[in-house]
């Protein structure tokens, strides 16, 4: 499995960010409408699910798990999967139902070989993923593009949506626009 080294920066502007990457010569990776569903492992484990998600050109199925609430205390395993309602129906043959489904907004970059995420999502203020291959690389990109520290977070989305705006997405079964 792979460690994610990776923050959100929460509350974001996304013209200003736009604007700074840009003149930073960051490279656009493009606009993507993600959609996704969202599984309980078996048995049920907190802090651990799969992920089947597509942003309409690359599909994969993602196990994740939260070993510590730190820049790397994720871990991951991904597969890029053909279809994504197909691999989604052979799944849920198996007995591995979906609890959710969830769609976002991203606007992706990499700079310095750090991806940047400009995520925006129902219900919540957009907010800026960086992800890095170390923990460095992490916090030199905070620094480089001037972002508030007092508003970085290791939690995930679906702890950010609970801890940060009391929301609980586990109870929401479609979350989209």
Known sequence: MNIEYEVRVLEINKEELVAKLESLNAAFKGEYSQRRYVYNTIPKVDGKWLRLRTNGKETTLTYKSVEKDSIDGTKELEVVVSDFEKTNELLEKIGVKSK??????????????????????????????????????????????????????????????????????????????
């Open 100 to 177: 959710g489904y969830q769609e976002n907004k991203r606007t992706q970059y990499i700079l310095d070989g750090v991806e940047i995420d400009i995520d925006s999502w129902p219900l919540i203020p957009t907010y800026v993923e960086i992800e890095g291959k170390d923990e460095e690389s992490v916090n030199l990109m905070i620094k480089k593009l001037g972002l508030e520290n007092n508003k970085v977070t290791t939690l995930d989305v679906q702890s950010v949506y609970e801890k940060v705006y009391n929301i609980d997405i586990s109870k929401i079964e479609v979350l989209k626009f």
